[in-house]
C-alpha cells in the first residue's frame, strides 16, 4: 500500500550509459515531480507535471528526459549519465488545490 | 526568485535538550511554509506546514510559527530525543495546485543519549 514507490532503490552505472527511474503513485493525485538531491543534501526541483502536462522544466541538462504515460507514473530517463549525475533522485506528488508532496523513498544514481 | 536559508549544521543535542533550527525565507508573495524531515535512509515527510502569517503549526511535540514581519519560520521542539535524529528541510510554496518547493540547505540533527 505504499503511496510513492520509486523503482529501483539503488542504481550504479558506468559514464556513458542510459538508464531509467520509475516512480508511481497510488494516492490519485494529478501533479508528480523529480527532484534532485545532491551529497550535501540540497535539493532542488526538477520537473512536474499536472494530468500528464510538463508544467515545470528547469535548467536541467536535456540528457534527462521525464516521461508521464498516466497521471499515475512519472519516468525519469537518462541519457549519456555523467559523473555529476551521481545524486538521490526523488519522486513525489500532491493532490490538486493543496500545496504540499508526499516524496517516494529515492533513488541513489552512482555514476563510475 | 524565492529562496530559503536555514542555520547551517550540523546540530548535536543531548537528549532532552531544547531545540532550535533557524529557517528565513524571501519570496515575491505570500507563500506557505513547511518543514520536512528526512530520516536515514528514507524519503521525505511533511512534519508541519504554516498557510499564514502567524499559524503556528505542530506536530510530534515540533512546533513553527509563520511570522511574516521577521520572514522567519524557525522549528521548536521542548525536549528531543534519540528517534528525532534526521536531516531537517524548511521550505516554502507559492500557490496551490501543484506548485513547486522551494527548499533549504537542510539541518543535520544528532540526538545523543
Known amino acids: 500500500d505504499t503511496a510513492v514507490s520509486q523503482t529501483p532503490k539503488y542504481l550504479v552505472t558506468q559514464m556513458g550509459n542510459d538508464k531509467s527511474i520509475k516512480c508511481e503513485q497510488n494516492?490519485?493525485?494529478?501533479?508528480m515531480y523529480w527532484y534532485k538531491q545532491d551529497s550535501k543534501k540540497f535539493l532542488k526541483i526538477m520537473f512536474s507535471?499536472?494530468?500528464?502536462?510538463?508544467?515545470i522544466n528547469e535548467t536541467v541538462p536535456n540528457r534527462f528526459s521525464p516521461k508521464s504515460p498516466d497521471k499515475a507514473h512519472l519516468n525519469l530517463h537518462i541519457n549519456s549519465l555523467e559523473l555529476g549525475d551521481s545524486a538521490v533522485y526523488f519522486c513525489?506528488?500532491?493532490?490538486?488545490?493543496?500545496?504540499?508532496?508526499?516524496f517516494g523513498p529515492g533513488t541513489r544514481l552512482t555514476v563510475l | 526568485g524565492d529562496s530559503v536559508t536555514q542555520m547551517e549544521g550540523p546540530v548535536t543535542l543531548s537528549e532532552e535538550a531544547f531545540l532550535t533550527i533557524n529557517c528565513t525565507y524571501t519570496?515575491?508573495?505570500?507563500?506557505?511554509l513547511f518543514w520536512y524531515v528526512q530520516y536515514p535512509g528514507e524519503g521525505l515527510q511533511l512534519l508541519l506546514k504554516a498557510t499564514k502569517a502567524d499559524d503556528k503549526g505542530s506536530n510530534k511535540g515540533f512546533e513553527a510559527t509563520y511570522r511574516k514581519e521577521t520572514t522567519s519560520f524557525h522549528l521548536e521542539k521542548g525536549s528531543v530525543q534519540v528517534s528525532d535524529s534526521a536531516v531537517y528541510f524548511c521550505a516554502l510554496s507559492e500557490g496551490t495546485s501543484g506548485s513547486r518547493l522551494t527548499f533549504g540547505e537542510g539541518t543535520q540533527l544528532t540526538v545523543n543519549p
Open positions: 494516492l490519485g493525485h494529478d501533479t
Open positions: 507535471y499536472n494530468n500528464k502536462e510538463l508544467i
Open positions: 513525489a506528488s500532491s493532490p490538486s488545490g493543496t500545496d504540499y508532496s508526499f
Open positions: 519570496a515575491t508573495g505570500y507563500p506557505s
